[in-house]
């Protein structure tokens, strides 16, 4: 266990279905991240929040909208995706937003968009 | 543009042996690097760091070695186990604090 928890931990929905991943730290951090794994591909940021600010969007499409209403939590909103949208979302947590920060992560929510 | 890559997709070892995972970066200003290990159903998970104003550091049955001169990070594990069989990634950050991974090699454990 990390100590960073993300539900669900499996989700398939349509095109036109609205959906949340829920991430909650349990670690007393002051960063969240979300990044996306796709097979043979490297982990892609998507988004960093710090003391529940937004301070990156790695050019994420609108179809996807982050939520950070405190420092433990952290939500990804999904509507109207693609198939290709499908992946491993992960979801990390940090101290805070330095370089010698090592990032905790979650197990992730493998999303399936038919 | 920046990248972190890995020089091989798969490593395959007899139990026992010692393996080397080998990560090449391109960002000469890279300051910290990190070695993830990610098992299947899980999210990854840190094994080792080093920062930049050192070469070599141990930890248990690991050891990360980083040569600036030639942007390479590698990571040892001594005495291999079934339990090390996961994919493993690299990792570097900067001044923006943002980590940059590597694709990720599969290393196998033969029994």
């Known amino acids: 266990e990390t100590g960073v928890t993300q539900t669900p931990r499996h989700l398939v929905m349509g095109m036109t279905n609205k959906k949340s991943l829920k991430c909650e730290q349990h670690?007393?951090?002051?960063?969240m991240y979300w990044y996306k794994q796709s097979a043979k591909k490297p982990l892609e940021l998507m988004f960093v929040?710090?003391?529940?600010?937004?301070?990156e969007n790695n050019s994420v499409p609108s179809r996807f909208s982050p939520e950070c209403p405190n420092s433990s939590h952290l939500f990804l909103h999904l509507h109207t995706l693609q198939p290709e949208d499908s992946a491993l979302y992960l979801c990390?947590?940090?101290?805070?937003?330095?370089?010698?920060?090592?990032?905790?992560f979650g197990p992730g929510t493998r999303l399936t968009v038919l | 543009g920046e990248s972190v890559g890995l020089h091989l997709p798969t490593l395959s070892v007899q139990e026992g042996d010692n393996s080397i995972i080998n990560c090449a970066y391109s960002?000469?200003?890279?300051?910290?690097f990190i070695w993830y290990k990610q098992e299947s159903g899980k999210g990854p998970q840190f094994i080792i760091d080093?920062?930049?104003?050192?070469d070599k550091r141990q930890g248990q049955r690991v050891t990360v070695l980083l040569n600036k001169t030639v942007k390479h990070l590698s990571l040892q594990i001594a005495a291999t186990q079934p339990g090390d069989s996961a994919v493993y990634f690299c990792?570097?950050?900067?001044?923006?604090?943002?980590?940059?991974f590597g694709k990720g090699i599969t290393l196998s454990v033969r029994p």
């Open positions: 990390a947590s940090s101290q805070r937003l330095a370089v010698y920060n090592e990032q905790f």
């Open positions: 670690l007393g951090h002051n960063a």
């Open positions: 929040y710090n003391f529940k600010e937004q301070t």
């Open positions: 960002n000469s200003a890279s300051d910290y």
């Open positions: 080093i920062r930049s104003n050192m």
């Open positions: 990792a570097e950050t900067g001044a923006n604090s943002k980590l940059t």
